[in-house]
């Protein structure tokens, strides 16, 4: 059976491993020899929803694992992987259990694992990105009953701070939702904090039903994780237009600011920016400037004029693409001097334009979901993308020309241009296939529940009527009958209802498929966050076959993050080369590499059972047209014989 990704970074409790399949089932495992020890199976349809973890609750002999799967947050026994048939309604509650009535019928979900403070669990979302998306609010469940113990408004209502930074009664829009925190957040225990960075707001690429600086998206949240109330914020961008939002949790860590200790919170962006707060009180310990940034020129987006920038540390990724930074590999350099040149990129903000703009950092980073590991020190660790994305944004179909389509080109025109293109042909090298002669590889069902319950990059599309999924699946499948639907009613209701929307979507990529732009295509870098200096930045990530030609390392896309160990050590997969490698923290000298079964496009861990460590990564491929993989992998260090200091063989 074809499954998603595996994302998942796995939780090691006495011994044993708990984490989630592709299919989003959780299982454990004996951490030592991986032994299975149970699975949980499940039947749902919702079988492409990637999961980058689960949750591990115990209070006395009560040990729970939470998961997630479609729009339910489920809680089981850590021993067995049986229900907990009190929790909720027979062990499981509705993600949309805080959202509203405009949640009914719309897509929430939840990729990455919920953040646990005493006997609350506060919980991600993911929503659509289109004018059909939830309200993207924090809600915080009773591990122990599953009732929901409170709700933060990320789009505020009547009363509630933020609420003026929206057109009037914005909360109440139904083509307005998102500033979901997506990407998970991060627990200050000992304060009762948590910081939940937001997503954008919906549609993501076109804001004029959503005017002003758009409190609480693309946000970092501080808030009382007891009760959900608001303690201080911080807008990354405001009224953001180009799904700009933090991709990663924030770090907790110490420094030394200005010869004191401070604890704070660290930020990484898809800008490559790091943003470094007081904990308690939110003030940046760098200074960050409100810089001036370009305006749309398209009608109805009214951009917001400045944008923060950190003054400290440098970014992480580069922000502009002259003549001189194209790739000096590439073979066609005038078609992409081309499309530079008619992009206008100035800078990280650069709004879209009906001709395409280049769009860099691109849509996944700088840093990514994966992001950063700390040290005791001070010392932040991330991986950076280096590729560049060329984005169009054009007037909607108008309702003349929608009229003379059939019901099914209409419907796809409207849902499924922007990706998969007016040709059907898609664009795998950004992760969207070809439709073209789908049916040589895949029945109608097959497609139906992938539009249905989405897969990877495609949002879930759960508001088709029967006759509408039949008449989209036929127009994709070149068996339509000849009717005339111009005039039947309702069809509207499935339609994207913005006056401008995506007319070109994907990477910028040279004739043969590589990134446009001169190496690195992906870094890993040090950062000192007690001055802001970086201590090392090397290339990080291989395309294996211009290896074999003699290129340099060039450096490649990655999704997954470091773990670093006390012994100076940071393991990292992440890169579709298939390849584990190991780096020195101090220098950035790679150690020792290995190569996987499969792409780990995923976090490690590492644990300790009986006196040997270990470290495992999830090997699922498919990302980035990735060879898939359905296997956990496990590396052991050599043991250390307590009596003579030597080490023993494993």
Request: charged share 25%.
């Amino acid at each position: 059976m074809d499954t998603g990704q595996i994302q998942s970074n796995p939780l090691i409790i006495d011994g044993v491993l708990y984490s989630m399949t592709a299919t989003t089932e959780p299982f454990a495992l004996n951490a030592a020899t991986g032994e299975k020890l149970w699975r949980k199976d499940t039947d749902s349809l919702d079988q492409f929803n990637t999961s980058r973890g689960l949750v591990y609750w115990e209070d006395g002999d009560d040990t729970r694992i939470l998961y997630t799967h479609g729009e339910w947050l489920y809680a089981v026994k850590a021993e067995t992987g049986e229900d907990i048939t009190s929790f909720g309604e027979d062990g499981r509650v509705s993600l949309k259990s805080g959202l509203g009535e405009t949640a009914k019928n719309k897509m929430v979900i939840s990729n990455t694992p919920g953040t646990v403070y005493k006997d609350i669990i506060i919980m991600p979302l993911r929503v659509s990105e289109g004018t059909d998306a939830a309200l993207g609010h924090i809600q915080a469940f009773n591990i122990r009953t599953g009732e929901l113990e409170w709700v933060f408004h990320t789009i505020p209502q009547p009363g509630e701070f933020g609420y003026n930074t929206w057109p009037e009664n914005t909360h109440r829009n139904t083509e307005v939702g998102g500033a979901n925190n997506w990407a998970g957040m991060a627990i200050d225990k000992k304060r009762g904090i948590v910081y939940a960075p937001t997503g954008s707001a919906a549609y993501d690429f076109y804001g004029s039903n959503r005017a002003g600086k758009n409190l609480f998206a693309s946000t970092l949240l501080a808030l009382d994780a007891a009760t959900g109330e608001r303690i201080w914020h911080y807008q990354f961008v405001h009224h953001d237009m180009l799904d700009r939002d933090p991709p990663a949790p924030p770090n907790l860590v110490t420094v030394t600011h200005e010869g004191k200790k401070v604890d704070a919170v660290a930020q990484v962006t898809k800008q490559g920016f790091v943003f470094l707060f007081n904990r308690e009180t939110g003030k940046p310990l760098f200074p960050i400037k409100e810089t001036p940034v370009p305006a749309s020129d398209i009608p109805g987006e009214n951009t917001w004029p400045t944008q923060p920038f950190p003054t400290k540390p440098e970014p992480f990724a580069r922000h502009t693409i002259t003549e001189e930074d194209l790739s000096p590999y590439a073979e066609n350099k005038e078609e992409l001097l081309r499309i530079l040149r008619e992009s206008n990129l100035d800078g990280p903000f650069t709004p879209l334009s009906a001709e395409g703009t280049l769009v860099y950092p691109g849509l996944d980073g700088g840093a990514e979901w994966g992001g950063a590991a700390a040290d005791p020190d001070g010392i932040l660790y991330v991986n950076s993308s280096e590729m560049a994305w060329n984005i169009g944004l054009g007037p909607s179909a108008s309702e003349e020309e929608l009229s003379s389509l059939s019901e099914g080109q209409r419907l796809y025109t409207l849902n499924c241009v922007a990706c998969h293109g007016s040709d059907l042909e898609g664009n795998s090298a950004s992760g969207f296939p070809s439709l073209v002669d789908i049916a040589d590889s895949r029945d109608k069902d097959y497609v139906a529940n992938i539009i249905e319950h989405g897969k990877n990059m495609m949002p879930a599309f759960k508001n088709f009527s029967d006759e509408e999924m039949d008449a989209l699946l036929a127009y994709i499948y070149g068996d339509e009958e000849e009717v005339d639907f111009s005039k039947e009613p309702g069809l509207a209701d499935s339609s994207l209802n913005v006056t401008y929307t995506i007319n070109k979507f994907g990477k910028f990529l040279d004739s043969n498929g590589y990134p446009a732009i001169r190496p690195p295509w992906g870094t890993l870098n040090a950062i000192d966050l007690n001055t802001g200096e970086y201590v090392w930045t090397v290339p990080f990530g291989t395309y294996p076959e211009l290896m074999e030609q003699g290129y340099p390392v060039t450096g490649a896309e990655s999704y997954g993050g470091p773990v670093v160990t006390a012994s100076g050590l940071l393991f990292i997969a992440a890169t579709k080369d298939k390849k584990f490698r190991v780096y020195d923290k101090k220098t950035g000298e790679q150690l020792w590499e290995t190569e996987l079964p499969a792409a780990g496009f995923a976090t490690p861990s590492t644990y300790e059972v009986d006196g040997k460590q270990y470290v495992v990564i999830a090997c699922g491929g498919s990302k980035l047209d990735a060879e898939g993989g359905d296997s956990y992998v496990a590396f052991a260090l050599p043991k250390r014989n307590e009596e003579n200091g030597n080490s023993e063989d494993d």
